[in-house]
């Protein structure tokens, strides 16, 4: 069932983009599915990790390619490149989650 609805950007103007991830993420995205995986690049990682400082959380590098997602309450969890660039994105969809979960 269509919902008809109206979009008045000049009213009712988008939320500017603050940061660098907000601005790369659709296109990274789109280049994501265009491959059939992530590809986490060093300057990905660079971008996502100022953009979850933003929310208090740590993105540390760890000896062989994984990194550690820590968050304020001092929790922390091993993961993937991969997947700390989609805790980045859960976060910029206003999702952020405790970095053990």
Known sequence: MPIDAQLDVL???PRAAESRFELAAR???DEWLA???IAATRDDLRIAADFLGRFGLVLEPLPGGDVRLRSPQGRSATMSRAAALVEALRCL???PRDAAG
Do not use: H, L, S, W
Request: proline residues 8%.
């Open 93 to 95: 969809a206003g999702r």
């Open 11 to 13: 009213n009712d103007p």
């Open 27 to 29: 296109r990274r995205v």
């Open 35 to 37: 491959a059939g995986r």
